[in-house]
């Protein structure tokens, strides 16, 4: 009973707010990509140090994992992953991960605070490590970026008041009904409003981290870190009307939260220099599905490409794994991802986890 309720209110709420279909304009596109990079130019001198924040149960895997990975592939920043205290770091919907730094040690060697910080999905969203600690470097003159439900932690620390946002769609009312004089904006992927900057869902965060880096360090830059990520665009072009909970889906939610019982335990097997981007991208969308929970699977912790270790242990042989096909560039296995869910669960399962990333695009899937 307890979980036919808590699947009945799940789909009966969120994303309420109607947003009529977006007016593509193509001049109006170009001129919020230009404002994007124009506000979040560095303002000191150097290579600015970009802070990844976590909290230490219950960050959001993606939002954490690929703007650390995707900065410090670009060359062009110091990136720190930083959590309230050191150790290891439980991620949402699977895996997890040691992070070295914590806030204190940060602000020791970083007196001057940090040029920009990036804001997860975090469980708790009035963590008040985080949330105290945000003030202080918005105080400090940091950018503050909110990726996916990431909005709602810099919305908390007060940060939104008076500034245009976008977030998730399934939390956009909410976020408009606790802190009214922010403006929610439909049919932008990002957006900044003088210090903060905000994403839509999960798989907005590649974009708007591509438009960060042209910020940084130009236009040719960026380039080549898109065609190296396999985007063929980071454009803030969206389209919010399609993202939402309709009466067929909220049936969909409604069965697959019920059908608990179809559960299945898979592994991914991880290994040193691993690709934390595509492993970031396969796991979050295996694991959305609602019929999958993934474990990393290794002798022993590994090392991925971008330095950051990821916890491991052996499982067992007979378990299904998670499929990473490694010939594909990284954002690519995305959409690699969502045809293999398709062929195995259907269709209505592909749709519910682009959905739940926010993913404008609809593959191509071949037989």
Not at 215 to 229: E, H, N, P, S, T
Request: hydrophobic share 45%; proline share 5%; with cysteine.
């Amino acid at each position: 009973m307890t979980t036919i309720m808590a699947a009945v209110v799940l789909a009966g709420c969120g994303g309420e707010i109607s947003v009529p279909p977006a007016q593509v304009n193509a001049a109006t596109t170009e001129q919020q990509a230009r404002s994007f990079v124009e506000a979040m130019k560095p303002r000191r001198s150097g290579k600015p140090v970009v802070v990844v924040l976590a909290v230490n149960e219950g960050t959001e895997m993606t939002d954490f994992l690929l703007p650390h990975a995707v900065l410090q592939r670009s060359g062009v920043v110091d990136v720190h992953a930083v959590a309230p205290q050191r150790g290891r770091v439980h991620l949402y919907p699977a895996l997890a991960v040691e992070v070295s730094e914590d806030l204190a040690s940060f602000d020791q060697a970083n007196p001057a605070g940090a040029d920009y910080v990036i804001v997860p999905a975090m469980s708790n969203e009035n963590n008040p490590a985080a949330i105290g600690w945000l003030k202080q470097q918005a105080e400090k003159g940091a950018r503050i970026v909110g990726v996916c439900v990431g909005a709602m932690v810099v919305a908390n620390a007060g940060l939104l008041d008076g500034k245009r946002f976008v977030t998730h769609w399934y939390v956009r009312s909410k976020l408009l009904e606790q802190h009214p004089t922010a403006v929610y904006v439909p049919h932008q992927r990002y957006l900044v409003d003088g210090n903060i900057a905000t994403t839509t869902g999960i798989t907005a965060s590649v974009p708007m981290l591509i438009a960060l880096v042209e910020a940084i360090a130009g236009r040719d830059r960026a380039q080549l870190l898109a065609a190296d990520l396999g985007v063929e665009t980071w454009s803030p072009e969206h389209d919010s009307s399609k993202f939402g909970l309709d009466g067929k889906r909220r049936w969909n939610y409604i069965v697959n939260k019920i059908a608990f019982w179809q559960h299945e335990r898979w592994s991914v097997a991880v290994q040193e220099g691993m690709d934390d981007v595509a492993l970031a991208l396969a796991t979050d969308a295996w694991s959305r599905t609602g019929r999958v929970s993934v474990d990393a699977s290794a002798a022993e912790p590994v090392k991925l490409a971008s330095g950051m270790t990821l916890a491991a242990q052996p499982t067992e042989q007979q378990m299904p794994r998670v499929p990473i096909k490694t010939s594909l560039k990284s954002v690519q296995q995305l959409d690699r991802t969502l045809c293999d869910i398709a062929g195995r669960f259907g269709d209505a399962r592909q749709d519910r986890v682009r959905m739940e990333l926010e993913y404008p695009r609809v593959p191509t899937c071949g037989s």
